[in-house]
């Protein structure tokens, strides 16, 4: 409950002062790129329940990504704004909404689209305990993750095979050991390296 009202109270102020910015770049990215201005695609949340993770388009629009496809490593498609976006992480600030919602919080392990979860079942219903994040640890390790991928030859296998397997056991780690102070410490350090990128 009390994780709860901070990730309420927090995402609602944090809304309000960044509107300025959240306004910004939804002209730019129409200007720029056209519409639609948000990208919406369905990630599974707590208890395996399904959800709409919303997030500024940075990429060029085609069709299947809104459902369960992942295109890991495939940068080709995104555009010169949202290059920036991504590596000022401002194409995440409409997650906000869904931690006001109550789909996600600021801080838990990242939601995972259907394909990836149905990979390690048993390992996602521990980690499905909880509700997801805007960020965790493995967003810190692994914030360069779409250029390690994009230098495989072969990305999915990649992805399955050894970035998934740590992530979900990171996400299980702080299944364990989550608590408000070490949310906090994770929301300074992932600040700090926005401001570093």
Request: glycine share 8%.
């Given at each position: 409950m009390i994780k709860r009202f901070f990730d309420f109270t927090a995402s609602l102020m944090g809304l309000i002062i960044i509107c300025p910015v959240f306004m910004a770049t939804a002209v730019l990215i129409r200007l720029f790129s056209g519409p639609p201005v948000f990208f919406r695609q369905t990630r599974v949340g707590k208890d395996g329940r399904e959800f709409q993770l919303i997030k500024f388009r940075s990429m060029m629009v085609t069709?299947?990504?809104?459902?369960?496809?992942?295109?890991?490593?495939?940068?080709?498609?995104v555009t010169p704004i949202g290059r920036?976006?991504?590596?000022?992480?401002?194409?995440?600030?409409?997650?906000?909404?869904?931690?006001?919602?109550?789909?996600?919080?600021?801080?838990?392990?990242?939601?995972?689209?259907?394909?990836?979860?149905?990979?390690y079942p048993e390992r996602w219903a521990v980690v499905h305990s909880v509700r997801p994040g805007i960020t965790d640890p493995s967003s810190l390790i692994y914030r360069k993750e779409e250029e390690l991928l994009a230098d495989s030859t072969e990305p999915e296998k990649v992805y399955?095979?050894?970035i998934l397997p740590h992530k979900l056991a990171l996400y299980e780690e702080y299944v364990r050991e989550n608590n408000i102070f070490t949310?906090?410490?994770?929301?300074?350090?992932?600040?700090f390296s926005v401001f570093k990128s």
């Open positions: 069709q299947g990504t809104e459902m369960s496809e992942f295109e890991p490593g495939n940068l080709g498609r920036f976006m991504r590596r000022t992480k401002l194409d995440e600030l409409p997650q906000l909404l869904n931690v006001l919602k109550g789909d996600m919080s600021l801080v838990g392990p990242r939601p995972e689209v259907k394909k990836w979860v149905a990979v399955q095979e050894e949310d906090f410490a994770i929301i300074v350090k992932t600040v």
